[in-house]
């Protein structure tokens, strides 16, 4: 009977190791097949592979960053010609938020999900108008400050953090500097975005978006030679993101005018 029993014993372990292999196997599948549609620019494709992994694994963060990303770039390309489609696309951009605050509750040691944080509540602040929103601009600031102080995930999640922080600086500090200033945005400053941007280049060279927003900051400081540089290794650059068509087309136009 002790035989018998140590053999069941023995079976069940092996089984809970082998469902366990199985379960972690098909996360990591779904997870895979999410990211081939998302090279692809296929975002709601890559979502259904996310979600799907989501109901496995509710609480892993690599899922849940993984969601937010996909609803952000979803939004993006919603149609906002009337009043119900702007809705519907500022709820697609709460939900990517959403799920950033269910990856920092999932693990508020990643910088990730600081940066989706910052990235979707960014979204939010362009979508209402940043002088409305002043304390969802503040918190966008903050979350990367975060992210760079966690300085983990990769150097481009990095990349892409000091990246946004620059972009916050130069967007605040394009309004006029009295009225930030009311609102508790004085900090903004597109001196700082200059060195956010060349540390994100530093971190992760190659992508069209960051020179050619370093550049449209080097041009507000009428530093056009190097300016002129950032936007020539933009067109060299391979496309990435589904917005570097047009961010190239700026690139070529903005260099007819230097």
């Keep these: 009977m002790k035989s018998i029993s140590a053999l069941a014993i023995l079976f ?3 089984l809970t190791f082998i469902s366990s292999n199985l379960f972690a196997q098909s996360v990591v599948s779904l997870l895979d097949e999410g990211d081939k ?4 620019f296929d975002n709601q494709k890559a979502l259904d592979f996310y979600t ?9 963060i690599e899922i849940l960053w993984r969601i937010s990303r996909a609803y952000v770039d979803l939004a993006e390309k919603m149609p906002s010609s009337t009043g119900k489609q702007e809705d519907a696309q500022l709820a697609v951009f709460e939900k990517a ?3 950033a605050e269910k990856t920092i509750k999932a693990d508020g040691s990643k910088s990730i ?3 989706r944080r910052a990235i979707a509540n ?3 602040a362009l979508f209402k108008g940043v002088f409305s929103v002043a304390g969802v601009v503040n918190s966008v600031k903050s979350d990367c400050e975060k992210s760079i102080q966690l300085n983990n995930g990769g150097s481009e999640i990095q990349a892409i953090t000091h990246y946004v922080l620059a972009r916050t600086h130069a967007k605040i500090s394009e309004k006029w500097a009295p009225a930030r200033s009311v609102l508790g945005l004085g900090w903004a400053d597109n001196e700082i975005a200059l ?3 060349k540390k994100a280049i530093e971190l992760k060279p190659g992508y069209i978006m960051f020179y050619v927003d370093y550049a449209l900051s080097l041009i507000e400081e009428d530093e056009d030679d190097i300016a002129k540089e950032m936007l020539n290794k933009a067109i060299k650059s391979k496309i990435q993101d589904e917005d570097d068509d047009s961010r190239l087309a700026e690139a070529k136009e903005l260099l007819k005018k230097l």
Excluded at 37 to 40: I, N, P, S
Excluded at 52 to 60: F, R
């Design 52 to 60: 799907k992994a989501e109901k496995l694994d509710a609480n892993n």
């Design 97 to 99: 938020k959403d799920y």
């Design 113 to 115: 999900g600081y940066l």
């Design 37 to 40: 549609y998302y090279e692809k």
């Design 195 to 197: 060195k956010e941007y």
């Design 122 to 124: 960014g979204k939010v």
């Design 12 to 14: 069940l372990i092996a």
